[in-house]
């Protein structure tokens, strides 16, 4: 697997070293790491996977992924034979800390709508960056017919689902319904082995 080819649509803050290289694996535990193998890092409750960085590229990792700066203490990449690349990635738990601190400032604001209609409000946030957002995901089938934006900058989201309707009705998406549900149809006439149109 080439390391460029696993990161294809993966939004990466930074790089060290030369990303032009095959990976044999990935192993979030050093322990398991192997030659020519990615390791994955991340802070845990108990344990700080950071910290294991020079155990992996004593095993034969030739790239780490990491989700914070690689602190001086775990830098050994420009020593490393060979030598390692470094990457790091967006933190996906930095993204749920943001949206758990946006939920509880608005907790008077729910409280509220429970008083008044009985209901109260449960998010199940999906949390994504811009490059993540634009690949296509099945949430967004159903939200090309039924939608409530309340802030989208620069119409971004909304620019994605109008051309997600553009290419349903290009290859004659059809939604089905059974009692109370539904499924979808893609390109309902189209024979096998023709090759549909791009989105």
């Known amino acids: 697997m080439h ?14 070293g030369d990303l032009e290289r095959e990976i044999e ?5 050093s322990r398991h790491v192997e030659q020519n193998f990615a390791f994955v890092c991340y802070q845990g409750v108990n344990v700080d996977g950071h910290e294991y960085i020079p155990n992996a590229i004593d095993r034969g990792a030739t790239a780490v992924i990491s989700e914070l700066p690689l602190r001086p203490s775990v830098r050994p990449l420009r020593g490393a034979s060979p030598p390692c690349a470094g990457l790091r990635l967006h933190s996906l738990r930095a993204r ?15 409280m509220d709508i429970f008083k008044t209609t009985g209901y109260y409000p449960h998010f ?5 960056t ?31 689902l109008k051309d997600m309707r553009n290419f349903l009705s290009k290859i004659n998406a059809q939604k089905k319904w059974i009692g109370k549900k539904w499924y979808w149809v893609f390109a309902p006439d189209v024979e096998i082995g023709e090759v549909l149109p791009d989105g």
Request: glycine content about 2%; aromatic content about 12%.
């Open 3 to 16: 390391l460029r080819a696993f990161l294809k649509g993966i939004e990466v803050i930074a790089t060290t």
């Open 25 to 29: 694996g990935i192993a979030c535990d």
């Open 124 to 128: 199940s946030p999906i949390l994504r």
């Open 96 to 110: 749920t800390r943001f949206f758990q601190k946006i939920e509880k400032d608005i907790e008077t604001e729910k």
């Open 130 to 160: 811009t490059d993540e957002a634009r690949k296509f995901s099945r949430i967004y089938l159903d939200m090309t017919e039924h939608v409530l934006v309340i802030y989208d900058e620069e119409q971004f989201f909304m620019q994605i």
